[in-house]
Every structure is written in structure tokens, then in C-alpha cells.
């Protein structure tokens, strides 16, 4: 039985402060111990990216990730994105162009697209098609997804 | 020894390598550093590829570098493996190293009897294995000389999709001009995955020094790294001689992209 340890961080904008067993990987803090069930584990070899999550900013697997490594590390979920006034505008944007069928890598997406909007508030549909390669959709196609996140990108910047 | 993890992590799930402690190394600031040190420049083995990629110095300085590390693994691969531990993995096809062996990187390691640094090629002991040894070895910066305004880089790869696929063939080449622009006084040529490690195809390499890019002499060179490659026939990467006619194609067409700047 691994040693416990107490790892502290800020998730969703929350400061949290949990005891796990030392050898954790983030996705099992977040599904297991948090029971943030969002976050998908899908190829658990950091191939599918359906355990995206946004840590300090940046897009990263979190089956590939000792739950160690989040000490101190700001960490957003799928379950962070909407607000008490709603949905992300991205989530909606997933919803209006049918980017989403079967919904198991819709989290992931949702991660790597607001991570590339956060940095590039008006990427073309290359820039979107290579921000979100390391996504696999077996449903869509990807067309209906880079059109959710560009048109997505419109609403945010007439806001 | 832990940085990114993206190899480490699935290893010890599948039980290929077991450990029951682990260091991570990437909170340690001086290893997150791109820095130059006279005249080289010396990249943190706590800094990532994507950091690598979009770094000012090394998209001007090293575009060869710059492109290689933009085509290792997806976006969130790239936002955790570290360029050094792409080295370390010692995979023949990696697309971090495979440039930096044309630039005969070096890379420090810091043991308990002391620091040394070691060019990456001497590193290599097969396929996925290497000298430096993470249960007592930490691997601390690679840094290679700054290719200056003499010098060009150039990186090539061919796959079966434009993103999250291994190589069937990759490859950078290093070129220094003389004084006057005129002879190539010095050449390197990294090719992969064409043997147990990075390969440097050295009859082509010295049949571009004290020549110019000239186009007979970009089909010699190419065709010349074609024969000393030796590319397996595998079933995802396809034939050995489909590999080696690839390779002769890339490499001139990265040659010929030179030539023109």
C-alpha cells in the first residue's frame, strides 16, 4: 500500500487540499477521490486526450500525470467551465453545431479548445484542427467540432 | 528521475520499469531555463517541447529544432515530455533528437562523482536505452553550439497523418558555410528511424563538405544517404527499400529548400 500524501491545489477556482496515495494519477484524484467523473479515461496511455485538463493554462493529459505534480497547480476541469450563469460559450457553440454524439471525448475537446482560445482568440481552422489533434473523436468527423469552436471564437470576440 | 512523465508513466503502469520513489525535477527553476552561455545555447532539462518550439532564439536560431519538437506527440504531449527526456527515451525516430544530433548536442549529467557533459550520441545503447541511468543519474540542460549566421538547419519528416503519428522516416541536416558563402565547410545529416539510435549517413555528410548545393550535388548526397541508411522492413512503417527511396526524396528536398534560404 503506497504512502499517503496531502497534495494542495486550486481546482475550478476553489482551493482544495486532499489526501491520496502517493502513487495517484491526476485523472483517478479528480474520478475517484473528488468524484469530478467529467474527465474521461479513455486510452489511459496519453493517446486519446479524452483526460484533458488545463493546468496552468496549458492542455495536459491527466492519466499521464502523478497527482503529485498538481501541488501548488491551478487546474480546470470540464465541470469549471460553465459558471452560475450558464454554459461556456464554447459548450453551447459544442451543442448549436452537433459536435457532439457519443460525448466521450467531448470533455478533452472542450479542454484543448478553450486552451487554445485562452492564447489565440481567433484561429483559423488550421490552427483549431492541430490544437485539437491530440483529441480522438470517433463520432463527428472533427468538421462539426472546429466549426463549434471557431464559431465559438466569433461570439466571444463580439461580446 | 521524473520531468515529464508521458514515457515514464506508461512504463511503470505496463510494468516494463518498476520504481518506489520518484523525483520529479521539473519545479527546480534552473532547469526550466533557454539560455544563451556564450556561444552556445543551453535548453533546461525541465523545458518542455511545445516551450521549445515557440521560443524566440530557437525559431530563429534552430529551425530545424523549432520544427522537430513541434511534431513530437499532440499538443498536450508537448506541453509535458521535456526535450531531454526525448534524448533519454533513446528512441531512434524522435523528433526532439533527431535535430539535436545534427547539432551535436551535448547533454550534462550529474551523478554523485560530478557533472560531465556528453555528446547525446554517446548516449545511446539501443533501441529505448541509454547510458544515463535515472536512478542515480539526473540529466540537467542540453546545449549545443548557436548555429550563427553561417549556418543553416533543416528538418524533414514523412507520416502517415499530419499529426499524432510516429515517423515512417525523419531527418535534420546542419550546414555551415565558409567565410564566403561560397563551400560548405561543415555538414551533418541526422537520420531516423533507419538504425538502433540517430544515424549519421557520414559518406554524405563529407560528400557535402567543401562542395555547394548545387543540384547535382544535392541528388549525390541524397542518394548516397539512401544507401547508407538501413531502414527495416516493418509493417506500419512500411519496406526497407520504400524507406530508403524516401529518404532520398526528403533529404533533397530539405537540401533544395536550403538552397533557395
Known sequence: MAALIKISFTLNGAHREIWTRADR?????LREDLGLTGTKKGCEQGECGACTVIMNGEAVLSCLMPAQKAEGAEILTV???ADTKGLHVLQESFLKEGAVQCGYCTPGMLLSAKALLDKNPQPDSAEVARAISGNLCRCTGY????????????????? | M????????????????LADLLIDITGIKELQLIHEQEDWICIGAAVTHAAVAAHPLICKEVRALAEGCAHVGSPQIRNMATLAGNVINARPAADGAIPLTALAAEINIVSPAGARWVPIEDTYRGVGLSHIDPSCEIA????????GS??????????????????????????????SFTKIE????????????????KRAERLLENGDLTPELILEVARQAAEEASPRTNIVRGSDLYRKEMIRIYLARTLHSLRAG
Request: glycine share 8%; proline share 6%.
Open chain 1, 25 to 29: 494519477l491526476l485523472v483517478d484524484l
Open chain 1, 79 to 81: 465541470e469549471g467551465m
Open chain 1, 143 to 159: 468538421a462539426s467540432i472546429i466549426r463549434a469552436v471557431k464559431k465559438a471564437a466569433e461570439k466571444k470576440s463580439n461580446e
Open chain 2, 2 to 17: 521524473l520531468a515529464g512523465g508521458t514515457d515514464l508513466i506508461p512504463q511503470l503502469r505496463q510494468g516494463d520499469k
Open chain 2, 140 to 147: 540537467k540542460a542540453v546545449r549545443f553550439k548557436k548555429p
Open chain 2, 150 to 179: 553561417r549556418a543553416m538547419t533543416g528538418f524533414f519528416r514523412m507520416a502517415k497523418r499530419k499529426a499524432l503519428t510516429l515517423p515512417i522516416i525523419n531527418g535534420a541536416v546542419y550546414i555551415l558555410w565558409d567565410q
Open chain 2, 186 to 201: 561543415k555538414a551533418r545529416i541526422a537520420l531516423g528511424p533507419v538504425a538502433d539510435r540517430p544515424f549519421h549517413p
